[in-house]
């Protein structure tokens, strides 16, 4: 369990409501035990913090009643608080960006692990999940003992069955909590196009990152070949610490495209 006061630092509140009161001060309800996150009103229990967030298909906010129903003490919102709609012993907190405030309450929950493990991530149409995965044995080859999140499944000292790709950052948060208690000391995330376009990694930046190549493949989502490369882009131009290392392959012309426009980070070029 984590007080309330500790997990909503750096949250940008647009205002926030207690039942149908303003909450104007938090000192009052800033040791408030929460016992969990979720953005599924199903997992909720008594004690969670509900994030209503708007998914590509369904809307979180559609599911507040329900998550209340099922024990929720506090609700985040990016939509405004009507105060014709509030709910008695409930927090509904309203903030600018519920991407970011998942993201914000989802590592401070975890303790932030992503400060204290190595990250590499990987990208690309074909091979991220054969380049993460020899990666990750490898690394335990030379007792750098490392955890996986990919395609195949999430590795920790446990195999856990993959959902998707590249998981939400309140899982992949988790997943890292759960590396460093059992001592691991990185990770390789496969990084997926759609988690990047969706911002699902918001607050992670990596050690390492690895491009492995692009063709045509999730149009139907990306709608063209130009989208599908920006938002791998996103990887190298928004989730690398400033000494981040770059590895690119050349296989592919995005691969020299990209290359060519990360120059100025000298990054490690591979040629098959």
Do not use: W
Not at 100 to 121: V, Y
Not at 127 to 156: A, M, P, Q
């Amino acid at each position: 369990m984590k007080p309330l006061g500790e997990l909503i630092k750096n949250l940008e509140i647009v205002k926030a409501y207690y039942g149908s009161q303003p909450i104007e001060n938090f000192a009052t309800y800033k040791c408030l035990k929460i016992k969990g996150i979720s953005e599924n009103s199903k997992e909720i229990e008594d004690g969670f913090i509900f994030i209503a967030r708007k998914g590509t298909n369904l809307d979180g906010e559609a599911f507040i009643e329900e998550a209340i129903r099922n024990g929720a003490l506090v609700i985040i919102r990016e939509s405004d608080i009507n105060p014709k709609e509030t709910y008695p012993g409930t927090i509904q907190i309203q903030v600018k960006d519920i991407k970011k405030a998942l993201s914000t309450l989802s590592l401070n929950f975890f303790e932030n692990p992503q400060e204290k493990i190595f990250l590499i991530g990987v990208t690309g149409t074909n091979g991220k999940t054969s380049v993460s995965y020899f990666t990750k044995n490898i690394l335990n080859l030379l007792d750098f003992k490392c955890g996986y999140i990919g395609t195949l499944f999430y590795e920790t000292d446990r195999i856990i069955p993959a959902l998707e790709t590249t998981p939400s950052i309140l899982k992949v948060a988790s997943l890292l909590k759960e590396m460093l208690d059992k001592n691991f000391k990185a990770c390789v995330i496969e990084v997926s196009s759609h988690a990047l376009h969706q911002d699902r990694l918001l607050g992670l930046f990596f050690d390492i990152a690895a491009f492995t190549n692009l063709s045509r493949d999730h149009l139907d989502y990306h709608k063209d070949m130009e989208n599908y490369y920006q938002a791998k882009k996103k990887l190298f131009r928004k989730y690398l610490k400033g000494n981040s290392k770059i590895v690119i392959s050349l296989e592919s012309e995005y691969g020299k495209r990209l290359a060519e426009e990360l120059k100025d980070f000298s990054p490690l070029l591979v040629n098959n």
